[in-house]
């Protein structure tokens, strides 16, 4: 049944170690994908470069520019002496916010009359605009209660104070979130991809041809292509691991055996499912484009981007088929919330039977005849 | 069209009435031939006539849609993979690994084909002496000439003592030296036994088999031995004799030939015309060239070559095609 497995595996582990610059690459690259997508994919705004045009100058406008600064949302970067200054500003990229101060700002604060300050958001960027709105309106309010407390000549106290408290990650970093999901997108598509390539390399060499007139087994010669780059996986999934761990601080709250023991299996999957876009594909350009199939939704759909729960319906059952959705679920629920086994079961058992299915669908269309 | 071979040594390949659709298209057309111990045998015809899905058919590579063929003695189809251990194959074009070397091909050949592992070593030096590429040892099979991968083509397909050989074009380009060493490799090896059913397009290794068949347009138009295929009545008809014409101008000339009434065919071989006249022409066919402009022609009978076989075949299997007689 197994007949030919060791020499396929020999084989194998001689093409990946033939060329240690291939391999380096191999194992390099992810890791670097991570360093660079861990950086750049924050969704934490901050600092927000913000002009203002203040035609007031007196103590009242420089405590609210004070309140905005010092809310971390917002960087003064500049004054401008005009209306058509401050939009170009925007328009050109240089500020993502303009704050206009009246020149009866402070005036009518001391009269009691309501003042008005104009605030410009460049709407062309929803996640700052989004974030710079809710951080405006909150120091409008905050102010304006601040100066009627004073007029009343008593402190501020507000009449219903709601105590938010974000469980698992206080601070909301968005690399607690979006590095654990790098790992499982990250992993799939190295694996997937070059599982998939070794066997289409073959087709486009013709040594496959040669090999289904040996009497080596299906099996024999499905599981000495998976085995290598099973280990491949471990290796890499490892370093990514380690990465996520020392190098973005992200503190791995759960059993470190359990996620060991998952990752395997979200391994054994990804390599089924390069096995499968291999039966397809007849070159490595074709077995791309397949991949992408898996590759795409496993981006967009699987909640490592976005959450699934807003998709609508046919979308979100999309995204049900591919495996780095569990294994996100997996990930996220072990590395920030501790869970445990018997949280996760479910995920893990979808998991196994998706690569069991994917597996013997791909064995069973991996004929040793030509067609 | 089989010529008998009336001999008692084992059948190795036995097609009967073997056929391959591809769709509506016919890649091989009711093949009936058999192969016996220690043959050479050279299967022939133009490129895409059916050779490489015979031979497929054969390795168990693909499934016959008619008829059925033994090799060794067992189905093709339903055995196939009792077949695969027993033979060797090499494809028309190179397909090991180039970046493995010499060794590490073989010994992945050596694994996969389940020879115990303390044999393995004697194995593979035996293969190695066989081919002779013992100096190459440690190169990258991509590092090494044409002649030399398809010896270690031979070699790794060897590995095993497969008792049949099937090798598609061989020595398609490589030079003519590395193409008669592999040639005398394989009269060697088959003096120990080995068959073989080998596709060529030259002539020069046709002769040298020990039987050949030819396919055209998927059906196999005629086999036996170089000698019989010689000697065949379609090719030098009752009355008619082969001759050798040594003339000036042979393009020219040969237009002349051609119409002349008792001139069945003139084909340009290098220097010189072979026509096929009316038995007995040759003074006559010498005294026409005269008097058509070509004085000092020279004519003197020749056997028919195998050339001459293919391509009287050829023409009469092309005019049967064209006058609808195609389903006979």
Redesign the interface.
């Known amino acids: 049944m197994f007949r030919g497995l060791a020499a396929v595996v020999y084989k194998e582990t001689r093409h990946i170690l033939r060329d240690p610059r291939t391999l380096f690459l191999i194992l390099l690259i992810p890791c670097l994908e991570l360093i660079v997508f861990g950086y750049a994919v924050n969704l934490d705004v901050k600092h927000i470069p913000t002009v203002v045009f203040d035609l007031d100058g007196r103590r009242g406008a420089r405590e609210l520019l004070e309140a905005y600064t010092s809310s971390g949302c917002f960087r003064i970067v500049g004054h401008v002496g005009s209306d058509a200054a401050l939009t170009r500003e925007i328009v050109a990229g240089r500020a993502k916010v303009g704050i206009k101060i009246p020149e009866d700002y402070s005036d009518r604060l001391l009269e009691g009359r309501g003042a008005q300050v104009q605030v410009f958001i460049d709407g062309s960027d929803s996640t700052s605009a989004m974030q710079a709105l809710s951080t405006s309106n909150a120091i409008g309010m905050i102010a304006s209660m601040r100066v009627a407390a004073e007029n009343l000549g008593g402190r501020l106290e507000l009449a219903v104070d709601t105590r938010n408290r974000v469980l698992f990650n206080p601070d909301m970093r968005t690399a607690n979130f979006m590095v654990p999901g790098l790992v499982g997108v990250i992993l799939q598509v190295v694996i997937m991809l070059l599982t998939a390539f070794a066997i289409v390399r073959e087709k486009e060499h013709g040594t496959l041809e040669q090999l289904m007139v040996t009497p080596v087994s299906r099996l024999g010669l499905i599981l000495g292509k998976l085995v290598p780059f099973f280990v491949v996986g471990v290796l890499e999934a490892s370093f990514v691991l380690i990465l996520m761990r020392f190098l973005f601080h992200v503190p791995i709250a759960g059993s470190l055996l359990l996620l060991a023991g998952f990752t395997l299996l979200f391994l054994f999957t990804t390599l089924a499912f390069g096995l499968l876009v291999s039966t397809f594909a007849e070159n490595q350009i074709q077995a791309l484009q397949y991949a992408f199939l898996v590759l795409l939704p496993s981006f967009l759909l699987s909640g490592f981007m976005f959450p699934q729960e807003t998709m609508p319906q046919f979308i979100y059952y999309i995204g049900q088929a591919v495996p780095v959705t569990y294994f996100l679920r997996i990930l996220r629920g072990i590395i920030l919330r501790g869970a445990g086994f018997a949280d996760l079961w479910q995920n893990g058992a979808i998991l196994a039977g998706l690569g069991v299915f994917v597996l013997l669908l791909a064995s069973a269309r991996f004929r040793k005849t030509l067609k | 069209m089989a010529v008998s071979m009336p001999e008692d040594r084992p059948v190795i390949i036995h097609a009967d009435e073997v056929s391959r659709r591809f769709g509506a298209f016919t890649a091989v057309d009711r093949v009936s031939l058999d192969v016996l111990e220690g043959d050479i045998f050279g299967f022939l015809g133009p490129n895409g006539s059916g050779k490489t899905t015979l031979i ?1 058919i054969l ?5 016959p849609t008619g008829g059925r063929a033994t090799v060794l003695g067992r189905d093709v189809h339903t055995e ?2 009792a077949v ?2 027993s ?1 060797g ?1 090499m ?1 028309q ?8 070397s010499v060794m ?1 091909n073989l ?8 020879i115990p592992r303390r044999e393995r070593a004697a194995r593979m030096e035996e293969v190695i002496g066989i081919v002779g590429i013992g100096d190459h040892r440690r190169k990258l099979a991509g590092a090494l000439s044409g002649g030399w991968k398809q010896r270690l083509a031979l070699a790794c397909a060897l590995v095993h003592r497969p008792r049949l050989m099937f090798l598609d074009e061989p020595t398609a380009g490589i030079d003519p030296v590395a193409r008669r060493d592999l040639w005398n490799l394989l009269f060697d090896l088959a003096g120990r036994g080995v068959t073989f059913f080998v596709t060529t397009h030259y002539m020069d290794e046709a002769e040298r088999c020990s039987h050949i068949g030819y396919i055209y347009y998927s059906r196999l138009i005629v086999y036996g031995t170089p000698a019989e295929l010689k000697r065949l009545p379609d090719v030098t008809p009752a009355g008619a004799e082969r001759l050798e014409v040594r003339v000036p101008g042979v393009a020219a000339a040969m237009r002349a030939l051609n119409a002349f009434g008792y001139v069945h065919d003139a084909t340009i071989f290098a220097d010189v015309l072979h026509v096929l006249a009316d038995r007995g022409c040759s003074g006559r066919l010498i005294g026409d060239l005269d008097r058509a402009g070509f004085p000092g022609a020279e004519a003197k009978p020749i056997p028919a070559t195998l050339e001459d076989v293919f391509v009287t075949l050829t023409r009469r299997r092309a005019l049967e095609r064209a006058e609808g007689r195609d389903d006979v």
Do not use: M, P, V
């Not at chain 2, 390795?59 to 499934?63: D, K, N, W």
């Not at chain 2, 010994?107 to 389940?114: C, T």
């Open positions: 497929r390795c168990g590579l693909l499934r196939s993979e695969k251990r033979i194959y494809s074009q190179f397909s090991l690994y180039r970046d493995l590490e010994r992945f050949y050596a694994g996969i084909y389940g």
